[in-house]
């Protein structure tokens, strides 16, 4: 197997002594002391960046096109860092970015209508089918193992535009801003489509934590 440095230099520029300066450079700031080190931490930093990609993706294979993708962008843009942010925030937005880009490529995705998921009112203005809030949060939930293929099959059956909102917000922990800078939306747009995306997400995962399987 090709090493990862090595790949890398393959894949950018063989001939571009540039591209070399800024693995290394990128190795340095992930956390490399030598140039023995290099390989190690870029195969960690990628390894993370392919956990990202696949919650946005959905599967294995996207996510590793996904991250590899997002790397040598960084890569290629490493001179751009400036240091206002730890570097792994940095190729964080960047693998995430690079995630939103593939969705917009994909086709289609077998997903459900946003509103069927959604609380029904009776005409006295009472749900007509009342459900309590999950106590933990989606977040806490698919860090469990026993919990996370059912709240990743509930999260990914969400409408694209919804399902990516509740991760950035609620998996990632973006900030509003920051979201509504990604997606090109307004910090009002993206507020509404979260509490609509929690609530449904909160109408699937009820049965399930009646059954107690969550």
Not at 62 to 84: M, P, S, V
Request: aromatic content about 4%; some cysteine.
């Amino acid at each position: 197997m090709i090493a990862c440095f090595a790949r890398l230099m393959v894949l950018l520029a063989p001939d571009d002594p540039g591209a070399a300066t800024a693995v290394a450079g990128l190795a340095r700031a992930l956390g490399a002391e030598t140039p023995l080190d290099y390989d190690a931490v870029v195969r960690e930093a990628l390894a993370r960046m392919v956990r990202v990609a696949e919650r946005y993706v959905g599967n294995r294979d996207d996510a590793w096109d996904c991250a590899q993708e997002a790397l040598i962008l960084a890569i290629r843009k490493f001179d751009q860092f400036q240091g206002r942010s730890q570097i792994s925030s940095w190729l964080h937005r960047i693998v995430v970015n690079c995630a939103l880009a593939h969705l917009r490529r994909r086709s289609t995705r077998s997903e459900v209508n946003i509103d069927d998921l959604l609380p029904t009112f009776d005409d006295q203005g009472f749900a007509e089918h009342p459900f309590a809030p999950p106590q933990a949060s989606a977040e806490d939930l698919i860090e469990r193992d026993d919990a996370r293929r059912l709240v990743r099959a509930a999260i990914d059956v969400l409408p694209e535009t919804h399902r990516t909102v509740l991760l950035m917000r609620d998996i990632e922990e973006m900030s509003m801003k920051e979201i509504a800078e990604a997606l090109s939306l307004t910090e009002n747009a993206i507020k509404v489509r979260t509490h609509r995306a929690r609530t449904a997400l909160k109408r699937q995962l009820q049965p399930l934590m009646t059954q107690g399987r969550i």
